[in-house]
C-alpha cells in the first residue's frame, strides 16, 4: 500500500512539474487548444444551482434509475437533497473555467495557431477571475465512512467540454485525496455508459469476486393494506414492513445452548 | 475504544430510548441518526453543525418551498416515532435451563468496538465479503462516520434473577450514505449460533426500511457469491439495468 501511495504522489508531482507540456501534447492530438481550468476540492467553492445546472445539461439524474420525459429528459434535481448530499459528502471536486474561455471554445474558433504567452492571456491570467466568471464545468464526489470504504458519485462534465480529460481529472483528485487519508477501498456504481470511463480511470472489477447489488423490490399489482411504497426516481420501491410483521410472523425457535 | 457506554438492563435501555425521543426536534435531520449525538454529553464525529449552519444561510436565501429544507418546524412527532425504531424487542423466549431471553434490534449506533471485532471473530458467519482483520481505529473511525449502524443484542435474564442482565453483541450492520440519495449497506453480520432464525433478514429490512423513510433511494450493496441468493430474497437485485460496482486500482 505504500508503494500505492508513492506511485500516485509521484504521478502528481510529474503532472504538477510540466503541466504545459502534457497539455500541449494533447492538444496537438485533439486539434483543439488547452482549456484552461481550475480544480478545486473546496466544497464551498460548489454553488448548488450551478451544480443543478451543471447536472441538468449533462442531462444526469442523481437517480439510478431516473425517470424520463419522453423526449429523453430527465427530471431537475431536488435542490434540497442536492443541498443534503454536498454537506455529507466527504470529497467535493469542482472544476472551473472562465466563462470567456468557454465562449471562444465552443464558437470553434482555432486558437492553436495564437501564441499561449501573448499578452491577452498573460494580462487575463494575472486578474483574478471574479466569482461570477467561473463556471463550473465539471463536478464529483465521494463519500466515505472516513476510515474502510468510500464510493464515488456523480461525476459529470458539462457535455460540450466532455472527452478532454476533465473527468480524469476529477477521478484522480478524488482518489488522491481518499489514499491520502488512507482509504483504499474505493468504489463506484457504474451504468453501462460509465463504465469505459471508469476504466480509463483505473477502475476494475471487484478483486474479491463480488455482485453489485441494488435494492429494486417494488410493489406488485395493487398494494395490499400494510405496504408502503417510497417513489426514486420511476422506482416504487416497495418499504419492508415494520417489526410488528416480524414479531408475528417469526416462530420462536428452538432455544439455542450457547 | 468505547463508542458508548453499553447498557447494563432493558429496562434502563428503554428509558433511554424516550429520552432521545425527546431530543429529536432539531429542524436539520441530517442531525438525528449521527450516532455520536445520541451519548449525551460527549462530542464525537464529523463537525457538521458549522457546515448545516452554511448551507442554512444560503438556502435562505431561495425561493424554492421544499420541505426537506425548512428551518422553521420540526417535524411532527407522530411522523419522528414512525421512522425512529430506535430500540425494538424482535424476539422473546425462555430457554430450557429458565433464561429469558430478549433480541433487541437498536439503530442507535451503541456499539463496542471490541464487540465488532469478537463478533467478526467467530467462525462461519457468513453475511460479510471478505473482512480481514482490520485496525482498530479504523472501524472504529468507520462506525462513527457511518450513517446508519443497527445492531442486535441478546439480552439474557437468568431464571428467578435479582442478578444483572446479560448484554451481548449479536448482529451489526451498517450503511454509509450521503443523506440525500445513495447509501451502501456494508458488513452485515450475524453471530453463528444466532443465524437461520431470520436475524440477518430482519437486520437488513430494518435498514432499508429506515433509509427508504428517509427518501434515500439508491440502495447498493456488494455481496460475496455465498450470498446473493440472501440478499435478492430481501429484494436486491444483481447487475440492476447493467449497474455495477467498479473498485480503484493502485497503479504501481
Given amino acids: 500500500m505504500a508503494i500505492a501511495c508513492a506511485a500516485v504522489y509521484s504521478a502528481c508531482f510529474a503532472s504538477a512539474a510540466f503541466p504545459l507540456a502534457r497539455s500541449l501534447n494533447r492538444s496537438l492530438k485533439a486539434g483543439r487548444p488547452p482549456l484552461p481550468i481550475s480544480i478545486s476540492a473546496n466544497p464551498s467553492h460548489v454553488d448548488p444551482l450551478q451544480l443543478r445546472d451543471l447536472l441538468a445539461a449533462a442531462n444526469y439524474s442523481c437517480h439510478r434509475f431516473p425517470a424520463l420525459s419522453p423526449d429523453g429528459r430527465v427530471e431537475p434535481t431536488d435542490l434540497g437533497k442536492l443541498h443534503l448530499a454536498l454537506s455529507h459528502s466527504s470529497i467535493v471536486v469542482s472544476v472551473f473555467c472562465r466563462s470567456k474561455f468557454l465562449a471562444e471554445d465552443d464558437c470553434g474558433i482555432c486558437r492553436a495557431d495564437v501564441f499561449p504567452f501573448s499578452l491577452e492571456n498573460l494580462l487575463g491570467s494575472a486578474v483574478p477571475a471574479s466569482k461570477n466568471d467561473l463556471q463550473m464545468v465539471g463536478f464529483g464526489r465521494a463519500v466515505s465512512d472516513g476510515g474502510l470504504t468510500a464510493s464515488i458519485h456523480d461525476v459529470v462534465v458539462n457535455p460540450p467540454l466532455q472527452r478532454r480529460g476533465i473527468g480524469r481529472k476529477i477521478v484522480a483528485q478524488i482518489t488522491r485525496i481518499l489514499t491520502s487519508r488512507g482509504i483504499y477501498d474505493i468504489s463506484a456504481l457504474c451504468s453501462e455508459n460509465e463504465r469505459l470511463f471508469f476504466n480509463a480511470c483505473g477502475f476494475g472489477k471487484d478483486f474479491l469476486g463480488s455482485t453489485t447489488m441494488m435494492y429494486t423490490r417494488t410493489a406488485s399489482g395493487c398494494l395490499n393494506n400494510n405496504e408502503v411504497i417510497q417513489p426514486a426516481g420511476r422506482m416504487l420501491l416497495l418499504v419492508p414492513p415494520g417489526q410488528e410483521q416480524y414479531m408475528t410472523t417469526v416462530n420462536i425457535a428452538q432455544p439455542e445452548t450457547l | ?252
Wanted: charged share 25%; aromatic share 10%.
Fill in chain 2, 1 to 252: 475504544m468505547h463508542l458508548g457506554a453499553s447498557v447494563a438492563s432493558s429496562a434502563s435501555s428503554l428509558c433511554r430510548t424516550h429520552h432521545l425521543a425527546c431530543r429529536f426536534q432539531d429542524p436539520d435531520r441530517s442531525w438525528i441518526y449521527r450516532h455520536s449525538e445520541l451519548i449525551p454529553g460527549k462530542r464525537r464525529g464529523k463537525v457538521v453543525p458549522l457546515r448545516a449552519n452554511f448551507w442554512e444561510s444560503i438556502k435562505s436565501g431561495f425561493g424554492k418551498n421544499d420541505n426537506t429544507t425548512q428551518v422553521v418546524e420540526p417535524p411532527t412527532s407522530i411522523e419522528e416515532e414512525e421512522t425512529l425504531p430506535l430500540e425494538i424487542v424482535l424476539l422473546e423466549r425462555t430457554r430450557p435451563d429458565g433464561t429469558f431471553e430478549q433480541i433487541i434490534f437498536s439503530s442507535a449506533g451503541d456499539v463496542d468496538v471490541y464487540d465488532v471485532q469478537a463478533l467478526c471473530d467467530k467462525d462461519n458467519w457468513i453475511f460479510q465479503v471478505g473482512w480481514p482483520r482490520r485496525p482498530l481505529g479504523k472501524i472504529a473511525a468507520s462506525l462513527k462516520n457511518s450513517y446508519l449502524v443497527a445492531t442486535l443484542h441478546s439480552i439474557c435474564r437468568p431464571s428467578g434473577s435479582e442478578v444483572n442482565d446479560k448484554k451481548q453483541l449479536i448482529g451489526m450492520a451498517r450503511a454509509t450514505s450521503d443523506h440525500a440519495f445513495n447509501a451502501t449497506i456494508w458488513d452485515v453480520l450475524v453471530d453463528p449460533s444466532y443465524q437461520g432464525q431470520g436475524l440477518g433478514k430482519a437486520l437488513v429490512e430494518q435498514l432499508i426500511r429506515t433509509l427508504l423513510k428517509r427518501d434515500i433511494g439508491n440502495i447498493s450493496l456488494f455481496a460475496d457469491n455465498k450470498v446473493v441468493d440472501f440478499y435478492q430474497n430481501l429484494g436486491f437485485e444483481a447487475d440492476p439495468e447493467g449497474i455495477k460496482g467498479m473498485f480503484w486500482y493502485p497503479r504501481y
